[in-house]
C-alpha cells in the first residue's frame, strides 16, 4: 500500500481519557493504526493514552471513530480529545514508545479481572507451553490494582517487574498480534512466579513446589485440612464445605461464631447445583468482576450445616485466579472437593493477610498449611459482595475486588479530599472534580492492624489516583478510631481539621451522589442503620430527614428506646427486646422467649437499669429494633456477629412472604410500640414464627411509605433515598420500595455503592465539598455542616 504524500497527508494529536491503562489500550491502538497503515506513535501519559496518527484524513478519522467506539475488552473510554499538529512524514511505521515510569499524574487503572476464556483454554490444554501455569494472564484478564504500585500503569512499576521476562515471553509482549503484546502481568513456567506449600509444623505434611504444591494442597483439602490460600488481594483460608468437621474446625478456630462463610464453586454447574440463580445472578457469577453473589440455597443442599447457619442467603462465587480453577483440578488431575468455603485469611477483627511472612505468623494455628506465591500483593484487595433484586438490577453490599479502584462520576465538583468513612466495614474515598474513587473494603477499625492497613491503603490510593487531598471528611462520632485518624491527617493539609459529616445526613448524600443528583432539590432520605451518632449525643439509627448536599433536617425518627450497657446491649438482642418492651410499657412476661432468654440477673439489672437510665444511652435504631423483634419472637437471642439477630429474622420471614400479607401497625411519631403488642397477641395465639416476622417486615415498609407520605404533604417532594444497612435486608427494600413507587414517589436505591458503612465516605466526600468549615465538636445540635 502506497503511503500518503506529505501534500495529501494530516496528522492529528489525539488524547483518551478513561480506563486505558492496564487494558492492552496501547496494543490494540497499534493494531488499529496498522490495519489503517497510518504511521505515528502511541505511548502512555500521566492523564491517559497519547497518539500521534498520520495518514489520509479519511483513514484518520476512521482510526478516531474506531478508538471511541470499539475500545478493548475492559476500557472505558470517557474522552478523547483531537488536534491537528504538522505532518512530519518521519515516522517509519507505528510503534508503542515506553512510559516514562517517574512521570506523575491521573488515569484511571482497571480493577482486577477475572481469569479470561482464552487463557482457560490455554491452561488446560498440554500442548500449551502455559498447560497449568498458575499465573496465566494476558491484556484482557489478571490482576492490575494489587500489582500496581504506581502510575503510569507499565511493569516497571508493578510487583512483576522483579520478574524478568524469558525471550518466549519477551516476544509476544513485542508481537502487535499477540494477545499478550504490552500485557505488564505476562509470564509462563520459566520466568514468572512461583507457588509453594508451606506445612504447619505438626501436620505432617511435606513441603512442596509448583504443580506438587497445588496436589498437595488439593489432597490436604479432601483430607478435611484447612488451607490457606494466596489469591490476588490477599490470602483466604480454604476448606472442604461439604465435609461437616472441616467446617466446623475452621469456624472454631477463626472464632468466627455463627456468622455465614462463603463458598468457591469449581464451575457454574457446581454452583447451581447448592443455590438457585436467576439470568441476572448468573451473569454476575461468571462476569469478570467475580463477586460474591447471595444466592437462596436449595432445600437438602449437600453443604455442612455449619457453613452458613440461620441464614436466608448462601454465598457463592467461582474461580477467578488461575490458582482457584488449578486448585479445583484440570481434567485427568486426582478428584478433590467440588465445593471450598473460602472466608479472608485473617483472624476475626483484623484485615486480611497478604504478605507471605506475616502469613505464617498471623495465620499460624488457623491453617494446616499455607498455599503462597513469591509475587507480591501490592494493595489487599478483599472479595466483593453483592445480591440481584427481583427486578436484576444489583445492590453491591462490598465493594472491593473487580471494582476498586473504577472511579464513580460525581454529580458535583469536589476539591481535592479524602473521606474515611466509619469504624465499621470502613472503605475510604478521595475525590477530585468530578471523579471519586473508593478505595477497597478495609473492615472494622477495632485495633492498630487495621489502622495501619486503612494508612496503607490511602498512601495507595493517592499513588494511582493523583489525588492530592486539601481536606479531609469524617464522620461525628467522637469515639471513632477513623475520626481521630482524619483529626492527625488533617492537621498535615490546607484545610486542618476536618469536616465533620453527620452520620446518616452522609447515607443519603451517598445515595443522592451514586444516582446522579446535583442537589438542587433536597430528597427525603430514608436512613434505617445499627447505629450513627446523632445531634443530640443519642444514638440515631431510624431516621427520615429533609437532605441535599448542604445541609439537612431530622423530619421524623423512630421513639426512641434506651440502649442497656451500650456494645453489652447490641451483642444481646435479649437485652433490647426487654428494653423495647418497657419503653412500650408492655409487661416481662414469663413466658416471653426474650424473657427466658435472659438469666435472673440480667432481668434484676435491667429492672433497676431501665427506669434509672444508668449505663443507657437512648437509640432511635431500626437496626436494634430488629434485633428486639428477633429476640421476642424467639429467633435470636444473643448474637455473635453484627446484624445476626436481623439477618435470621429475615429468613424466617422468607419462609412465609409469599402467602402473608399482613403487617403489624406502628403507631403515631413512628412509634413501635403497636407492632410489639401485636406481636405479643400473635405468641399467645401460636402465631408461627415466620409469619409474626413477615408480618413485622411488611409493618417496617408501611411506615417508610406513612412517613414519606407525611413529607411529602409538608415539603412537596416526591423523591425518597433509601439509605443504611438496614436496607440491605432484601424483603424490607423490595417491600418499601413497592409501595412507595405505588404511591407515585421517585424511589433512589443503592446500586455500586454499599448502602452501610461501606459507601459512607462518599457522602462525606460530597458533602464536604458544599460546606468547608470544619464542625465545631461542642454544637452537637447543629443540623448544617457548613455552620
Known amino acids: 500500500m502506497t503511503a500518503p504524500t506529505t501534500a495529501t497527508a494530516v496528522r492529528r494529536r489525539i488524547t483518551v481519557r478513561g480506563t486505558v491503562q492496564g487494558v492492552g489500550f496501547r496494543p490494540h491502538v497499534h493494531r488499529l493504526a496498522a490495519g489503517l497503515a497510518l504511521t505515528g506513535f502511541v505511548s502512555n501519559t500521566p492523564n491517559g493514552v497519547l497518539i500521534e496518527v498520520e495518514g489520509t484524513a479519511v483513514r484518520v478519522e ?21 488536534e491537528e ?37 490455554e491452561l488446560a490444554d498440554p500442548a500449551d507451553r502455559r498447560h497449568g501455569h498458575p499465573f496465566i494472564t494476558c491484556t484482557h484478564c489478571g490482576p492490575r490494582f494489587t500489582i500496581a504500585t504506581g502510575m503510569p500503569y507499565d511493569r516497571a512499576v508493578t510487583t512483576m517487574s522483579g520478574f524478568p521476562m524469558c525471550a518466549g515471553c519477551a516476544r509476544e509482549y513485542e508481537a502487535p498480534a499477540d494477545r499478550r503484546f504490552h500485557a505488564q502481568p505476562v509470564a509462563c513456567p520459566d520466568c514468572g512466579p512461583r507457588l509453594r506449600l508451606v506445612p504447619a509444623a505438626d501436620s505432617g505434611v511435606r513441603a512442596a513446589r509448583d504443580g506438587e504444591a497445588l496436589s498437595r494442597a488439593r489432597e490436604l483439602l479432601a483430607a478435611g485440612r484447612i488451607v490457606a490460600v494466596k489469591g490476588i488481594g490477599g490470602y483466604h483460608l480454604a476448606c472442604d464445605a461439604t465435609n461437616a468437621r472441616a467446617v466446623d474446625t475452621l469456624r472454631t478456630r477463626k472464632a468466627r461464631g455463627d456468622k455465614p462463610f462463603a463458598v468457591m464453586c469449581a464451575d457454574l454447574d457446581e454452583a447451581e447445583r447448592i443455590a438457585v440463580a436467576g439470568s441476572a445472578e448468573r451473569a454476575a457469577l461468571t462476569g469478570p468482576r467475580r463477586p460474591i453473589v447471595l444466592l437462596r440455597p436449595r432445600d437438602g443442599v449437600r453443604l455442612a450445616s455449619g457453613v452458613c447457619p440461620g441464614s436466608p442467603h448462601l454465598g457463592v462465587m467461582l474461580p477467578y485466579t488461575p490458582v482457584h480453577t488449578l486448585l479445583f483440578g484440570l481434567p485427568g488431575d486426582p478428584p478433590g472437593p467440588r465445593v471450598l468455603v473460602m472466608t479472608s485469611g485473617n483472624r476475626s477483627g483484623e484485615p486480611i493477610v497478604t504478605d507471605d511472612d506475616e502469613a505464617l505468623t498471623r495465620l499460624f494455628g488457623l491453617a494446616d498449611a499455607w498455599l503462597a506465591h513469591d509475587r507480591r500483593i501490592a494493595s489487599p484487595c478483599d472479595d466483593s459482595l453483592l445480591r440481584v433484586r427481583a427486578d436484576g438490577t444489583e445492590q453491591v453490599l462490598r465493594r472491593s475486588r473487580g471494582y476498586v479502584p473504577r472511579p464513580l462520576r460525581l454529580p ?20 477530585e472534580g468530578e471523579l471519586a474513587w473508593f478505595g477497597p473494603h478495609i473492615g472494622d477499625m477495632g485495633d492498630l492492624a487495621t489502622l495501619e492497613a486503612a494508612v496503607r491503603a490511602e498512601r495507595h490510593l493517592r499513588r494511582l489516583t493523583g489525588v492530592r487531598p486539601e481536606l479531609v471528611a469524617a464522620d461525628r462520632h467522637p469515639g471513632y478510631h477513623a475520626s481521630a485518624w482524619a483529626r492527625r491527617r488533617a492537621a498535615r493539609l490546607p484545610v486542618n481539621r476536618p469536616v465533620f459529616v453527620q452520620h446518616h445526613h452522609a447515607h443519603v448524600a451517598a445515595a443522592m451522589a451514586e444516582a446522579g443528583l446535583d442537589g438542587t432539590t433536597p430528597v427525603i432520605g ?11 449525643g443519642t444514638v440515631w439509627g431510624g431516621e427520615v430527614l429533609v437532605a441535599d448536599y448542604t445541609g439537612y433536617r431530622r423530619l421524623a425518627h423512630l421513639a426512641p428506646a434506651p440502649l442497656p450497657g451500650g456494645d453489652a446491649g447490641v451483642a444481646n438482642p435479649c437485652r433490647m427486646a426487654l428494653a ?61 456477629y453484627e446484624a445476626q439477630a436481623a439477618l435470621e429474622l429475615e429468613a424466617q420471614a422468607c419462609l412465609a412472604w409469599d402467602e402473608e400479607t399482613a403487617a403489624y401497625p406502628f403507631g403515631d411519631r413512628f412509634d413501635p410500640a403497636p407492632a410489639l403488642r401485636a406481636i405479643v397477641t400473635d405468641l399467645r395465639r401460636g402465631a408461627p414464627v415466620p409469619v409474626i416476622a413477615a408480618r413485622f417486615h411488611r409493618g417496617v415498609a408501611r411506615a417508610v411509605l406513612d412517613l414519606c407520605r407525611g413529607a411529602r404533604r409538608a415539603t412537596g417532594l416526591t423523591t425518597v433515598a433509601l439509605t443504611g444497612g438496614v ?11 413497592d409501595l412507595l413507587h405505588g404511591s407515585g414517589f421517585t424511589v433512589v436505591r443503592h446500586r455500586e455503592v454499599p448502602p452501610n458503612d461501606g459507601g459512607l465516605a462518599l457522602g462525606q466526600l460530597v458533602v464536604a465539598a458544599h460546606g468547608q468549615r470544619p464542625h465545631d465538636d461542642r454544637r452537637t445540635a447543629v443540623s448544617d455542616e457548613t455552620e
Open 727 to 737: 436496607f440491605a435486608n432484601a424483603l424490607l427494600e423490595q417491600a418499601g420500595s
Open 412 to 431: 458535583v465538583p469536589v476539591r481535592p479530599a479524602l473521606a474515611v468513612g466509619g469504624d465499621l466495614k470502613n472503605a475510604l474515598c478521595v475525590g
Open 526 to 536: 430514608v436512613a434505617f442503620d445499627g447505629t450513627g451518632y446523632g445531634d443530640d
Open 62 to 82: 476512521r482510526f478516531r471513530e474506531l478508538l471511541a467506539t470499539e475500545p478493548p475488552p475492559l476500557a472505558t473510554v470517557t474522552a478523547v480529545g483531537v
Open 580 to 640: 423495647r418492651l418497657w419503653a412500650a410499657g408492655l409487661p416481662w412476661d414469663a413466658d416471653l422467649p426474650c424473657v427466658v432468654a435472659c438469666s435472673r440477673e440480667e432481668l434484676r439489672l435491667l429492672a433497676r437499669q431501665l427506669p434509672s437510665q444508668v449505663g443507657c444511652v437512648a437509640t432511635s435504631s431500626m437496626g436494634r429494633l430488629f434485633d428486639a423483634v428477633s429476640s421476642l419472637a424467639g429467633v435470636c437471642h444473643r448474637a455473635g
Open 85 to 121: 499538529v504538522p505532518v512530519t512524514g518521519a515516522d517509519p511505521g507505528f510503534t508503542i514508545r515506553a512510559t516514562d515510569p517517574s512521570s506523575q499524574g491521573r488515569t484511571q487503572l482497571p480493577p482486577d479481572t477475572a481469569t479470561c476464556a482464552d487463557c482457560l483454554r
